[in-house]
Each structure stands twice: as C-alpha cells, then as structure tokens.
Antibody, heavy 121, light 109 residues
C-alpha cells in the first residue's frame, strides 16, 4: 500500500527556520517525483514544486522560488520542505504528494495527510 | 503560467441529481493533461480523474471527465451524500507550475 506520512503540526515565530518531512512507503521511492502543495486557511490548492528523489532534480513554481527549499534523502525515503526564515503569511496546510506520469507531465496520485504550519508572534 | 478558471464557484444540488462542473484553461492543455481532485473538510485531496477522462483506482463510475483543448468538465451522475465536497482541476501539460483551478464547492441544497 502506497503511503505518504508527514510530520506533525508546527507552531513557529516569524524569522524561525523550519523543515517538515514526508516519508514514502509501499513503492519504489526513487521512481516517482514528490511534490508539495500549499493550502492557506480557507483557500484553494497552490502548486509549489517537486523533486525527483533519484537525482534530487528540483523544479519550483516562480511563486515559491527562493521562498522555500525542497530536499530529499532517498536513503530513508523522505522528502522535505524547508524554510530559512518564516513569515506569518507562511501559515498554511502543506501537503506532499506522489506524482504519476511521464517526466514532468505528472499528476498527484497519492497524498500525505498534511502538515499544518502556524507562524505567529 | 496557465490559469484555470472553474465554474460555478458554488453548486447547490440534491442527492440523486446530476452535477456538471466546468474547468477552463487560459491556454490549450496538451494531450489532455488535466486532472480532477475531490477534497472534503479536514482531509487531503483525492485524485478522481487524470488524462481528462480516466478514472483513478477505486473511483465510482458515477464520476466522469471529458473535454479537450481549453474546456473540460467533471460530471457526477446521481449524487451521493458523500460527494458533497470541493472539487479542483489541475493542468500538468505545460512546463511547471502545474496550476490548480480555484475550486468548485458542491453543497447540499
């Protein structure tokens, strides 16, 4: 069974750093891109970027380029989303999801349960 | 970046009725690279349709997708109580970002 299990909710202050995780199991982790999606409170889904675990090839949405870093440790089948300096506007639910398809033309077929990040002073 | 516009914003229907949700893209989506997702409150999204018309594993056949180019439709025949949720379309045919529509809320009338 394919599963993506994300790390727990976080409460941070503006300016703090943060790394949340997404551990894949039940499939060959290095064969599928892993993507990240943001959902701000009461809002829709925003595509952030994805990473190919086998070679760490990463693509970002222009909206998120330079704002976050997507990382992977294929030895433990885990992808990460990292911030170096959080802002209140980073408050959101963050989902990781596995991609299925051909190269970059891929859709999200399995999703993690989400990690709620709250940034407040 | 391709912009996806979903309509209507909210759709109010009764169980047993038919729902038709629209997704229009600002540029033609190549090879029908369009997906639909369902999201219920407090849950992660779930894949319903990919390739514009292929149902994902385990999705009931009352869900169907159609369309090409810039106009796509998700149809739900005979609405069940568990179908009331928010639905998003997503294109993955262009270079990234693979944008989502803003969502259609399907609510019980």
């Amino acid at each position: 069974e394919v599963q993506l299990v994300q790390s727990g909710a976080e409460v941070k202050k503006p300016g703090n750093s943060l790394k949340i995780s997404c551990k894949g199991s039940g499939y060959k982790f290095t064969s599928h891109y892993i993507g990240w999606v943001r959902q701000m409170p009461g809002k829709g889904l925003e595509w952030m970027g994805f990473i190919y675990p086998d070679d760490s090839d990463t693509t970002y949405s222009p909206s998120f380029q330079g704002q976050v870093t997507i990382l992977v440790d294929k030895s433990i089948s885990t992808a990460y989303l990292q911030w170096s300096s959080l802002k209140a506007s980073d408050t959101a639910m963050y989902y990781c999801a596995r991609l299925l398809g051909a190269g970059h033309h891929a859709f999200f077929d399995y999703w993690g349960q989400g990690t709620l990040v709250t940034v407040s002073s | 970046e391709i912009v996806l516009t979903q309509s209507p914003g909210t759709l109010s229907l009764s169980p047993g009725e038919r729902a038709t949700l629209s997704c229009r893209t600002s540029q033609s989506v190549s090879s029908r690279y369009l997906a639909w997702y369902q999201q219920k409150p407090g849950q992660a999204p779930r894949l319903l349709i990919y390739g514009a018309s292929s149902r994902a594993t385990g999705i009931p056949d009352r869900f169907s997708g159609s369309g090409s180019g810039t106009d796509f439709t998700l149809t739900i025949t005979r609405l069940e109580p568990e179908d009331f949720a928010v639905y998003y379309c997503q294109q993955y045919g262009s270079s990234p970002p693979h944008t989502f529509g803003q969502g259609t809320k399907l609510e019980i009338k």
